[in-house]
């Protein structure tokens, strides 16, 4: 990225801590008993089944989405007119209800995945949430979802950074830890379905959950104690400074521990981990070994993912949508990643998406894409009010159909 963007990065990074610091530093520290799972009969928990479930705004609305993930939590149930409804939070971070009824719906747990950890005494429904007080938990300790809030609340400022349809505004779960009980957002904890699985790799331990489509990071809690399924040390990778620039290949030893999301499907499995800024994709198809792609800056996160044939060869790409910050600013873009790729040759595209300054309106870009019944590729781009639509097909590489 220019230097401009790092240096304004920086600032926005110091601003962004000294608020987090205001929210977390104050609170007691005692030690709590574990919570048991949830409780009988509350309708709330782990389901599974939910890939492509349709999931509206309110009780007795028109869809308004459907879930990119075959994971969910059901956070809320209603009866209306004789119809249990349940409101959702799908693992590809959407949420809605939803009347569908689900055969089962297992106990889960939570536990904090942030340190130090905070219950606030108030939920975003409340007029004063912003006096809430903080109820410290300590590392470690297993609680229970209860409740959840009605409105939806952003986790932090970094999600203030991009535009709505990238961000998760979800209900803050109302948790109880011991005789404790409070506020929080799903990015501060871990969710760990019961029975946790005992595995030996990432693929047993996604299949133990029932793991397809998107699935991000709380929704991997049962996995992340187990350091044969989520640590990897690639060899060969391709290295980017971020997402929008070309990849390199490189050699370094360096171990990865943090998954933050996995996207999957009968053909593959694509896997991305964190350290701060940066990130590791890890592309897997067909027991072939694994093709790494490290990104150097920017928090770079999947939104979308699909795994297809592009170019009718038999072999599936991978299309990846990924938002990633700088500054005050924020960028989207396609990847591609051929399906003939391997972990010594990759074959490697990418499309610029949206982008925003974070300073002037007019030199943002607003941009959608759509995978088309013909394997096309639809970008819709407006600026400064004036959409163009412009339609793509790949064949080994992107190219402007005629």
């Known amino acids: 990225m220019p230097a401009t963007w790092n240096s304004t990065w920086i600032g926005s990074l110091a601003r962004f801590a000294a608020a987090l ?45 459907a879930a990119a993930s075959d994971l969910a939590v059901v956070i809320r149930t209603q009866q209306v007119g004789g119809v249990t409804w349940r409101r959702l939070v799908a693992a590809d971070g959407s949420s809605g209800w939803t009347p569908h009824a689900f055969t089962s719906v297992r106990a889960v747990r939570v536990r904090p995945d942030v340190s130090p950890f905070f219950l606030l005494s108030k939920s975003p429904d409340d007029a004063d949430f912003s006096e809430a007080d903080e109820i410290r938990i300590d590392d470690g300790v ?11 609340r952003v ?33 501060w904890i871990a969710l760990l379905a019961a029975p946790v699985p005992q595995v030996r790799t990432l693929e047993e331990g996604l299949d133990a959950l029932g793991a397809r489509g998107l699935v991000w990071r709380p929704f991997l809690g049962s996995l992340t104690s187990d350091a044969a399924a989520t640590r990897v040390t690639p ?19 360096v171990e990865w521990s943090r998954l933050e999301f996995v996207s999957r499907d009968e053909g593959g499995l694509m896997a991305v981990y964190g350290d701060g800024a940066r990130r590791l994709f890890r592309f897997i198809q067909a027991g072939q070994p694994p093709i790494d792609i490290t990104l150097a800056t920017d928090f770079a996160r999947p939104v979308q993912a699909r795994h297809i044939d592009l170019n009718a060869d038999g072999k599936r790409e991978w299309l990846v949508e990924i938002a990633a910050r700088y500054g005050d ?22 499309l610029s998406l949206s982008q925003t300054t974070g300073e002037s309106s007019s030199t943002n870009v ?31 590489r992107l190219v402007e159909a005629r």
């Open 142 to 152: 297993e609680g229970q979802i209860v409740g959840a809030s009605q409105r939806g």
């Open 366 to 396: 607003d941009a959608s894409w759509t995978l088309r019944d013909d394997g096309t590729i639809q970008v819709v781009r407006e600026t400064a009010g004036t959409k163009r639509t412009t339609v793509y097909r790949y064949d080994g």
């Open 329 to 350: 600013g924020f960028y989207a873009v396609l990847w591609i990643v051929d399906g003939r790729s391997t972990a010594e040759s990759l074959m490697f595209q990418h």
């Open 235 to 253: 060899g060969t990778s391709y290295a980017m400074d971020d997402p929008a620039s070309a990849p390199t290949r490189t050699r370094a030893a």
């Open 21 to 65: 610091l205001v929210l977390l530093t104050a609170g007691c520290s005692s030690s709590q008993p574990p919570a048991s799972p949830a409780e009988p009969g509350s309708g709330l928990g782990w389901v599974t089944g939910v890939l492509g479930l349709e999931l509206s705004d309110a009780v007795s609305s028109p869809a308004a989405r």
């Open 155 to 187: 986790a932090g400022n970094e999600e203030l950074m991009l535009p709505e349809k990238y961000r998760r505004s979800l209900p803050w779960l109302e948790l109880r830890f011991g005789s404790r009980q409070g506020f929080a957002p799903m990015d």
